[in-house]
């Protein structure tokens, strides 16, 4: 087969991220190009040991490559851990890209295009320092309204709407984001711009973007078209591929779904699913980074039991902090949910999303949970906690309108009332909206929608720009 390309892909090392960037890897592996998906050794590791990602899965051109030993492994949930992995990932995944790109590292194939996620500037210096002839594309894995808001934060800080006043729920309008001013208060932000360093390293590494040959990014056009047209006032070439778990699963065009978990997907609650009623069931759970106190965990747990609702709930070993100071858990919440819920480590969570017996998703709105709960016409109750979940959470709750947004609060009588709001009183009102979104992000990957023709748009590119850094060299040749 004629060889047409060979992209070496730098996830950021956590769930989410190596998640969708993962489905891209597979995308261009089913369009015959040859892929280089680095990562540190724990994410390698697990990889190998909860998914098929070595079995099968790919072709024989997809390489899974471990980074040398040393990157941070501990928790991101604090500004010491997530600093200390951009650090690591500087000190040692910056050296092993550059050599693999220098062909240091027994490639038998040349690069022909580098996608790096959020810590752009680590691509940008390798191949610029080198003088590579290397385009980089930046694939940022979260919402275009997240990337916009991240974008724009010079702005805000310039009209001394940032930093943020530590003055409790701050409901005041941002007024600097374009396309926004409408309906953003300052407590939608990512809780890091009321740190300064943390706002400056996220904005320094989204406004590199304009270095990038394009911009990738898990969205579609019908659903953020409005921001991708700001976005693409300082970004030109944006490539929307989204929703990319839908998007691979048409193009396997298969029903069933490759996990990229990175823990052991419990499989015991599908079968708990098919005995219950349709769209019954709500499901909760956020993500794979968040922490949630004990009284946070006992205040849900509440709500969840006396909204009287059919719940299965994804409760992580590492959800709740501070386990010494564990009580035993009072006996009516053991009783609620030997009634009516079912409790998992970890959910082969796109296949819940898709039965039918669920009907709303408590969720902490990370990016790709998101997307998974659109694509599958599930109305969403919205509990953020860091990065783009709060404006993720504004979008679904005040412009979408595919659920309602808790951002903030979590007492028992809250978690409640909403829960029936979502599966009872407002049902109807949202479960259409939802599947009619849902319709949108199905024609949005399917033959000529706009998330697949970007995808060949994409495809273009990375051929024609390589086509055009070897004409010279040819022409030198000839001559
Ligand atoms: C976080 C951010 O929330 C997100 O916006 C950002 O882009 C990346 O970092 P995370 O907390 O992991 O990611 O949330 P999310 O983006 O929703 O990704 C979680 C993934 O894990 C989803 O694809 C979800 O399907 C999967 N998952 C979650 C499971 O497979 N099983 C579970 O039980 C829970």
């Known amino acids: 087969m004629e060889f047409i390309g060979h992209i070496l892909i730098f996830p950021f090392p956590i769930q989410g991220h190596v998640n969708s960037m993962l489905k891209l890897a597979h995308l261009f592996d089913l369009s015959n190009f040859h892929v280089t998906f680095s990562v540190p050794s724990n994410i390698h590791a697990r990889l190998l040991a909860h998914t098929d990602v070595n079995s099968g899965r790919f072709s024989p051109r997809f390489r899974l490559q471990s980074f040398p030993a040393g990157i941070y492994e501990g928790a991101i949930d604090s500004k ?7 650090d690591s990932l500087n000190r040692i995944a910056k ?74 729920i701050d409901s005041s309008p941002i007024t600097k984001i374009k396309g926004m001013e409408d309906f953003l208060r300052v407590r939608d932000l990512p809780p890091f711009c009321r740190d300064e360093d943390l706002a400056v390293l996220f904005y320094t590494e989204t406004r590199l973007a304009v270095h990038a040959r394009g911009l990738i990014l898990n969205t579609f056009e019908d659903l953020e078209g409005p921001i991708l047209s700001q976005i693409r006032t300082k970004c030109p070439k944006v490539y929307t591929l989204g929703p990319l778990h839908a998007h691979l699963k048409a193009t396997l065009a298969s029903k069933s779904t490759h996990s990229n978990s990175l823990r052991q997907e419990d499989e015991t609650c599908m079968a708990w699913l098919d005995s219950q009623e349709p769209k019954s069931v709500i499901y909760v759970s956020f993500g794979s980074i968040s922490v949630i106190t004990r009284q946070q965990l006992m205040e849900l747990w509440y709500g969840l039991v006396n909204s009287g609702k059919k719940f299965l709930w994804v409760m992580r070993s590492d959800l709740v902090a501070g386990k010494d100071e564990e009580t035993p858990i009072p006996l009516e919440l053991e009783e609620g949910t030997k009634a009516n819920g079912y409790i998992v ?10 039965h ?8 902490h709105s990370g990016w790709n949970s998101t997307l998974e709960s659109i ?23 005040e412009v979408w309108k595919l659920g309602l947004d808790m951002k903030d609060v979590c007492d028992r009588s809250s978690v409640e009332k909403l829960i029936r709001e979502l599966m009872e009183k407002r049902k109807g ?51």
């Open 375 to 397: 694509a599958a016409g599930v109305p969403m109750i919205c509990w953020p906690f860091f990065a783009d979940q709060q404006m993720n959470s504004r979008f679904v709750g």
């Open 80 to 86: 010491e851990g997530f600093m200390e992995l951009c």
């Open 429 to 479: 009102e949202f479960l259409e909206r939802a599947e009619n979104m849902g319709k949108l992000a199905k024609q949005a990957i399917s033959e000529g929608g706009s998330s697949y023709c970007n995808f060949d748009c994409l495809i273009q590119d990375i051929i024609k720009v390589n086509e055009d850094m070897r004409k010279p060299l040819k022409n030198v040749l000839a001559s």
């Open 345 to 354: 480590g970890w959910a082969p969570q796109e296949a819940v999303l898709d």
């Open 95 to 168: 050296p092993f890209l550059r050599e693999c790109i220098a062909q240091k590292r027994n490639f038998s194939l040349p690069f022909t295009a580098f996608i790096s996620d959020f810590q752009l500037s680590i691509a940008l210096d390798v191949v610029g320092e080198e003088c590579f002839n290397l385009p980089v594309y930046y694939f940022r894995t979260i919402s275009a309204c997240g990337f916009w808001a991240y974008f724009s934060l010079p702005d805000l800080f310039e009209a001394g709407e940032l930093p943020i006043k530590e003055n409790g």
């Open 356 to 363: 039918p017996a669920v009907g709303g998703f408590l969720t």
